[in-house]
C-alpha cells in the first residue's frame, strides 16, 4: 500500500520562501509521477505541480510558474517543492500526490501540511 507523507509547511511572510517535502514508500517507484495539490479555504483542491521520475518531466500551474520549482531524489522516493516569492493566494493545505504516468487521476494522495502565507 503506497503511503505519501509530507513534512515542511507552516507560516511565513509574503514575499518568503517554504520548501515541502514527501516521502513515499509500499512500491517502487521508477515508473511513477509525484507531485502536490492544494486547498485553500472555501475553493476547491487545484494542481500545482508534478515530477515524472521516469523522465524528470515537470509540469507547473501557471500562478506558480517562477516561483515553485519541484524535484525529486527518485533513491529516496523523495520529491520536494521549493517555494519562493510566496503570496497570500499561496495560503493552502498542501497534498502530496502519486499517481501512474500517461493516467489523469491521481492514484494516491498524503494527509496535507498547512502553509500559511502572511504578515
Known amino acids: 500500500q503506497v503511503r505519501l507523507v509530507e513534512s515542511g509547511g507552516g507560516l511565513v511572510q509574503p514575499g518568503g520562501s517554504l520548501r515541502l517535502s514527501c516521502a513515499a514508500s509500499g512500491r517502487t517507484f521508477n515508473n511513477y509521477c509525484m507531485g502536490w495539490f492544494r486547498q485553500a479555504p472555501g475553493k476547491e483542491r487545484e494542481f500545482v505541480a508534478i515530477?515524472?521520475?521516469?523522465?524528470?518531466?515537470?509540469h507547473y500551474t501557471s500562478s506558480v510558474r517562477g516561483r515553485f520549482t519541484i524535484s525529486g531524489d527518485n533513491s529516496k522516493n523523495t520529491i520536494f517543492l521549493q517555494m519562493s516569492s510566496l503570496k497570500p493566494e499561496d495560503t493552502g493545505l498542501y497534498y502530496c500526490?502519486?499517481?501512474?504516468?500517461?493516467?489523469?487521476?491521481?492514484?494516491?494522495w498524503g494527509q496535507g501540511t498547512q502553509v500559511t502565507v502572511s504578515s
Open positions: 500526490t502519486g499517481q501512474t504516468p500517461g493516467r489523469p487521476q491521481v492514484e494516491h
Open positions: 515530477i515524472c521520475f521516469s523522465d524528470n518531466s515537470t
